[in-house]
């Protein structure tokens, strides 16, 4: 279960991870252009609801990404019986969380779309397509937890079973629920809500199935260890409550972006959800590397080399860069194609082209600075993290708040935001490095 500092190894660990975070996005992008073709309010509505609900799937991944850290660090001591415990008791704490956020959504959601926008249409449909979507939680929690067990112990390929199933299923139940094919009800955009709970179930499914299938249970027996552990609950929420708020500040942050972009209009809006893919896509490789750094880095701690901590991130970061420097070159070189992809209307196309040219350079320093960052994640100091995450994120929304909500400037200046945010990180994340106050760290 130790891993070496190599381009192999990284590369290894790195590709299954990038093709399991692409598939997804394949699925994003049929799913966006889908709803292109009902309307822009359609096309807005989901992007603002997509937000909300990825920050409740990055809380799922903050408490996944606290058991990485302590898996990893068990995989590299060699520990199966210390990383099986915290799987099973990740998983028990991913349901109650999750069933936890789904009451509060019911509740809440009603009075936080209601206050924030303005559009009476963007309101309502915004509520009850959360009322459907927000089902599929639980199973989207305990995918990511055992996505966050196979990257610890090395076996980063079996992901991308999971995503091609997930991915299949939710096109298909797209194109049938959305437009009524075969037979389905003619659903529209709550046809997409439905369609996305079904692939995170086959998604839960697929990787729950692939652990006793390929016998995983007798190297990591979970049945031994089914009673509910308060003092690992303590430290796992230890390790992973600061990278829970710290995502909900990051993806918090671009909710508020989504609701002042609304404030500027329709059109605004539906390019602004156009765009939010290109992260998505130039991102594959970009969180593949991020997060083969965080695993890595906690794995060759647990080895006692933490010398090799900073020529290790350093290494993972020239290659996010390398494979990000593509994506950005065909992205600009094709960039009206690439939109009219998503809804074939010449006008709304040009207006977002000078935003997608922002964006997709902003992507180049994202590149860096989240395979850094994420490199000091795995270190341990998630305290540290959430600190330089609340930094980065209040710079931004300063940015947005005066570009966005009183200037009311070009919607190229309001993506501008992106460069704020990624350069913030970048700044803190070396810092931190350089000053060596993540050396020693136990978890």
Known sequence: MKVSVTNKQIIRLAAPISLSLLIPQISFLTNTAFLGRLGETELGVNGLTGIFYLILSMIGYGLSSGMQIQMARRA???????????????????VFLALSLMMLT????????????????????????????????????????????????????????????????????DYALIFGHFGMPHLGLFGAAVASIISELVFCLTMFGIFYFRKFHFLYPL???????????????????????????????????????????????????????????VGVCTWAFASTCNTMVSNIIGQGRQNEVVSLIWKI?????????????????FSHQFLALYR???????????????????????????????????????LVNLTMEVTCVCTYLIYCYVFIERLRSPLYICWGSEFVYWSSLLITSLLYLRSGRWKGKTI
């Open 223 to 281: 049945r031994f260890y089914a009673d509910f552990s308060f003092k690992l609950c303590k430290r796992t929420l230890t390790i992973a409550a600061p990278l829970i708020v710290q995502f909900m500040f990051s993806i918090g942050g671009w909710q508020i972006f989504f609701i002042f972009i609304e404030h500027l209009g329709e059109k605004e809006l539906a390019a602004s959800q156009i765009l939010r893919s290109i992260f998505g896509i």
């Open 106 to 173: 019911l509740w809440f959601a009603p009075l936080i779309f209601g206050l924030s926008l303005h559009n009476t249409d963007n309101i309502a449909l915004s509520i009850d397509f959360l009322y459907i979507r927000v089902w599929g939680l639980p199973f989207l929690m305990m995918t990511q937890l055992f996505n966050a067990f196979y990257i610890s112990i090395s076996q980063s390929r079996y992901l991308i079973y999971g995503s091609l199933a997930a991915t299949a299923v939710n096109i298909f139940f």
């Open 344 to 382: 074939n209307d010449a006008d709304l196309i040009n207006f977002a082209v000078p935003s997608l040219r922002v964006i997709t350079v902003a992507t180049l320093i994202m590149s860096i600075s989240t395979v850094i960052f994420n490199g000091v994640v795995g270190t341990g100091n998630t």
């Open 317 to 333: 970061s020239k290659l996010s860069i390398a494979f990000t420097l593509v994506i950005c070159a065909l992205l600009l070189g």
């Open 76 to 94: 590299g001591q060699n520990d199966s019986e210390g990383l099986a415990k915290i799987l099973t008791n990740g998983l028990m704490l991913a």
